[in-house]
């Protein structure tokens, strides 16, 4: 059983920058996934990042690549999600996930059994 607490959430005009945090506890983290998704006001939640914590691979959705990015620390068992040049379209809770890393591209909600309460993010214009 893994435990995800997501922290780092705020209001920031666009433009601007935040970083989220997702601390994992209940094990360590080799061979796991560890990804980021955000569900908007009326909309589905959808996939934004994801990290394989062993290699540290990394994959983003389109829309936030060159402006996010997410890390991992070994040592705190945590991972991260730098987010640069904020828009209003980025205005969404964010959720952290975890998955023992299974075959295919970890970006969907089903590929991951671990959840997080969220975080609010609002970019105003």
């Known amino acids: 059983q893994v435990q995800l607490v997501e922290s780092g959430g705020g209001l920031v005009q666009a433009g601007g920058s935040l970083r989220l945090s997702c601390a994992a506890s209940g094990r360590t983290l080799s061979g796991y996934v560890m990804g980021w998704f955000r569900q908007a006001p009326g909309k589905e939640r959808e996939f934004v990042a994801r990290i394989t914590w062993s290699t540290t691979n990394t994959y983003y959705t389109d829309s936030v690549k060159g402006r996010f990015t997410i890390s991992r620390d070994n040592a705190k068992n945590t991972v991260y999600l730098q987010m640069n040049s904020l828009k209003p379209e980025d205005t969404a809770v964010y959720y952290c996930?975890?998955?023992?890393?299974?075959?295919?591209?970890?970006?969907?909600?089903?590929?991951?059994?671990?959840w997080g309460q969220g975080t609010q993010v609002t970019v105003s214009s």
């Open positions: 996930a975890a998955s023992p890393l299974r075959s295919g591209w970890s970006v969907s909600e089903s590929d991951y059994d671990y």
